[in-house]
């Protein structure tokens, strides 16, 4: 008895020469999503990383550096979070080329860089926000669109949030302080503010260094600028040479006044001391000559005598009983 053909028994035979069967080309794509889970299961943490295990999208827990292995995709998911890099946001710049000689975009960003001053001035801030990541879960689920290093879009939140407390403290204070003075104290402001505000919004981000890169004034009014900045140069070179030469003439014109006044002060004590001396000497003598008047006056001639002979050049000495001067033929005289 024959069995009876049935219609896909036809079919087939309308298959192409050398074409595998069915159950071949299952097994086929059973190994070959077996090998794409097995891939997806293998994962590689970097030193500087931290592996967010995310479980059908939802956190799971935290993997730390080196190889590690998970369910498979779709079930798990990994998000690598760079905690131990440090991360920069450039505001009123951009770096295309960084280097030893880094080259910066031409495309001007004075949306961020131009800011009103506490005195109604407006001026060109650009500074650099240096932060690291210290809790990656906050800053992957607790603010939405915190910040895109690629910067791909316009809006992230931490980017805002630079903004917003820059602006507010450069409004507290007038255009010379940004300029000059206040740069050092705007940056700690700005880096105090901008951390309370991160650790009030939760986003897990710890912000080390804000360094002011260029603070100028607008280029339509950089010239007068330049030279009010000038003359207030100017004006303190000046002060400060007023100031260098009153400190040199008054302390000298104190001392020589000092000196005068002691020099004329030991001259007063120094006569009043002869003076004291000579009348203390003047009273020993009169006391001497009331007690032997001859023997005091012949020993005050003979002192006098003594005193006057060395400074007489020529001496005669006559004889009261003498009747006649024989004169004398000088010997030391020359010719």
């Not at 059973?30 to 943490?45: D, T």
């Not at 607790?142 to 910040?147: C, E, G, H, I, S």
């Not at 949030?161 to 940004?178: C, P, T």
Request: glycine share 6%; hydrophobic share 40%.
């Amino acid at each position: 008895m024959k069995s009876q053909r049935s219609p896909l028994d036809g079919l087939k035979d309308l298959r192409p020469p050398n074409t595998p069967p069915p159950r071949t080309i299952g097994m086929a794509l059973l190994v070959l999503l077996g090998l794409v889970a097995a891939w997806s299961a293998v994962y590689m943490v970097e030193t500087e990383e931290v592996g967010v295990v995310l479980t059908f999208g939802k956190y799971s827990h935290l993997s730390d550096p080196g190889l590690r292995i998970k369910a498979p995709w779709p079930f798990q998911t990994v998000v690598k979070v760079p905690v131990q890099r440090q991360l920069k946001a450039e505001f009123g710049f951009r770096t295309a080329t960084a280097g030893v000689r880094s080259q910066y975009s031409q495309i001007a960003f004075n949306g961020e860089s131009l800011m009103l001053t506490g005195d109604l001035n407006v001026a060109v801030v650009e500074w650099t926000t240096q932060f690291r990541i210290n809790d990656p879960y906050k800053y992957l689920f607790k603010v939405r669109n915190l910040f895109d290093a690629r910067e791909r879009g316009r809006g992230d939140t931490f980017r805002d949030m630079n903004e917003a407390v820059m602006r507010a403290v450069i409004g507290d204070r007038s255009v010379n302080e940004v300029l000059t003075v206040g740069r050092q104290e705007i940056a700690s402001e700005v880096e105090r503010r901008l951390q309370e505000l991160c650790d009030q919004y939760e986003t897990g981000i710890k912000v080390e260094q804000i360094v002011l890169q260029d603070v100028n004034p607008p280029d339509q009014v950089r010239p007068a600028f330049n030279e009010v900045n000038q003359a207030q140069q100017e004006k303190e070179r000046m002060i400060n040479e007023a100031r260098a030469q009153y400190n040199t003439v008054i302390p000298r014109a104190g001392g020589e006044a000092q000196q005068t006044i002691q020099q004329a002060e030991g001259y007063a004590t120094d006569r009043v001391n002869r003076a004291r001396g000579d009348a203390e000497l003047f009273k020993s003598l009169l006391a001497a000559y009331r007690r032997a008047p001859e023997v005091t006056r012949r020993r005050i001639y003979l002192e006098t005598m003594q005193a006057v002979y060395p400074n007489v050049k020529q001496k005669i000495i006559l004889d009261k009983d003498l009747q006649g001067v024989l004169p004398l033929l000088p010997l030391t005289g020359g010719r």
